[in-house]
């Protein structure tokens, strides 16, 4: 089974709505990850975090905000959604002793 | 200041041909190396990754790579494709965090 859960997959929003997109990691790991990947960028970090109850920006962290409840879940907070974070979304976890990376299926966000 | 560098941002090749794909990165000392492969609609998953020791990786799916210091590279091989190899790859390098390069689309035709 996925390691590294994200939902929604899809998400269609409204200019100005809260949009939250949420991802759970079974794999115990410290840290987790918010990416954005958009054609001709690669992909992009957004917001970071080292364990339960601490977030950290990334470097494009403007119109996001991040949260990690517990060690498994972590959460990217979009308050107002405009239509240039239309984007697919992408959540990972890691063992910070390897740097070794594990991805979520990504979420496919369009802001109208 | 690190930073990592795929020149190509496609490539294709046919299929049962060899494959190279490039990666310069830059850094004051050798960091930690990984290719990643992405699948269409999929999350990145690895491919393998380097530490230390021996220069030549192996990884998944008969792919291999060579770091070389002096060149600050880390290019990818494989000595035949598949049309299953069509993906996007990625080069990564960690010093503390990781930094991932622009990918490049690999195209295996048949």
């Known amino acids: 089974e996925a390691a590294v859960t994200q939902s929604p997959r899809n998400k269609v929003a409204v200019t100005g709505g809260k949009v939250t997109l949420s991802c759970n990691q079974t794999?115990?790991?410290?840290?987790m990850y918010w990416y954005r990947q958009d054609t001709g960028h690669g992909l992009r970090l957004i917001h970071y975090?080292?364990?339960?109850?601490?977030?950290e920006k990334g470097d494009i962290p403007d119109g996001y905000k991040a949260s990690r409840p517990s060690q498994e879940n972590f959460s990217l907070i979009l308050e107002l959604a405009t239509p240039s974070q239309t984007s697919v979304y992408f959540c990972?976890?890691?063992?910070?002793?390897?740097?070794?990376?594990?991805f979520g299926p990504g979420t496919r966000l369009l802001v109208l | 200041a690190q930073s990592v560098t795929q020149p190509d941002a496609r490539v294709t090749v046919s299929e049962g041909a060899s494959l190279q794909l490039r990666c310069k990165y830059s850094?004051?000392?050798?960091?930690?190396l990984f290719w990643y492969v992405q699948y269409p609609r999929q999350g990145l998953q690895l491919l393998l990754k380097?530490?230390?020791?021996?220069?030549v990786v192996q990884g998944v799916n008969g792919f291999e790579a060579e770091f070389s210091k002096s060149n600050s590279s880390f290019h990818l091989r494989k000595a035949s494709v598949h049309w299953s190899d069509s993906a996007v790859y990625f080069c990564?390098?960690?010093?503390?965090?990781?930094?991932f390069g622009d990918g490049t689309q690999l195209v295996v035709k048949p």
């Open positions: 380097y530490y230390s020791g021996d220069p």
């Open positions: 975090s080292y364990g339960a109850g601490s977030t």
């Open positions: 850094s004051s000392v050798t960091p930690y």
């Open positions: 794999n115990n790991h410290n840290n």
């Open positions: 990972a976890s890691g063992d910070a002793r390897q740097d070794t990376q594990y």
């Open positions: 990564a390098v960690s010093m503390g965090r990781i930094f």
